[in-house]
């Protein structure tokens, strides 16, 4: 398997610009998670969509930050406009299901630097 | 959630055990002790999960003590490639999607 595949692997861009972040999961994964990480705040959950609906978006931070799964295979994480502030990783990452004790298996990750 | 408390940095022999240590004194009777690691410049990955038996997988043991306020992640036969950040964490059944890293332990495997 391919495992979780996330592009683009790096992003540099300027305030004020939208910035698209895609995500594919493993194939036969319900579950897909979107995370930040950050020096000062570590690793945080941005949202959770099971069988592509969101079912927990408490930690996206305001309405400049925007996500979607039109379908299994594909997610995106939109930030417009960004800010120097939302310079971080971003992870996505999947599971079989959202069920407890899921393992989640991470992508490598998009390194955002807003300038 | 409980907080987890874990040394900043602890470094390991290639070839020999790596015992990390992990608090989490305030952990309620339902939660789940999580290990994830993180290899530089990668995503985090799974290590191993327990309530308060003893676990084993292919990558770890986990020593839960029987009051539960800490445990052990035992890496049998640490290698270069163990090299990383482990995270500790523990979550209920009903909100352990929520992953959410402090600062772990960085643990350096030297030959």
């Known amino acids: 398997d391919a495992g979780v595949i996330q592009s683009p692997r790096h992003e540099v861009t300027e305030m004020g610009q939208e910035v698209t972040l895609r995500c594919k999961p493993i194939?036969?994964?319900?579950?897909l998670f979107w995370y930040r990480q950050t020096m000062m705040r570590g690793l945080e959950l941005l949202i959770y969509?099971?069988?592509?609906?969101?079912?927990?978006d408490s930690g996206m931070p305001e309405d400049r930050f925007s996500a979607k799964m039109p379908n299994a295979s594909f997610s995106t994480l939109k930030i417009q406009p960004s800010e120097p502030r939302d310079s971080a990783v971003y992870f996505c990452a999947s599971s079989r299901s959202g069920g407890p004790m899921e393992t989640q298996y991470f992508g490598p990750g998009t390194r955002l630097l807003v300038l | 959630d409980a907080k987890t408390t874990q040394p900043p940095s602890m470094d390991c022999a290639e070839g020999r055990a790596a015992n990390l240590p992990c608090n989490h004194s305030?952990?309620?009777?339902?939660?789940?002790v999580y290990w994830y690691r993180q290899i530089h410049s990668q995503g985090p990955q799974y290590i191993i999960h327990?309530?308060?038996n003893n676990e084993t997988n292919e990558m770890a043991s986990l020593i839960i003590t029987e009051d539960r306020k800490s445990s052990t992640l035992i890496l049998p036969h640490a290698t270069l490639r163990d090299t990383a950040v482990y995270y500790c964490i523990a979550l209920p059944p009903s909100n352990d999607y929520k992953l959410s890293f402090g600062a772990g332990t960085t643990v350096t495997v030297r030959a």
């Open positions: 969509f099971n069988n592509n609906v969101p079912i927990d």
């Open positions: 194939s036969g994964h319900n579950s």
């Open positions: 305030t952990i309620s009777g339902n939660e789940y």
């Open positions: 327990g309530l308060k």
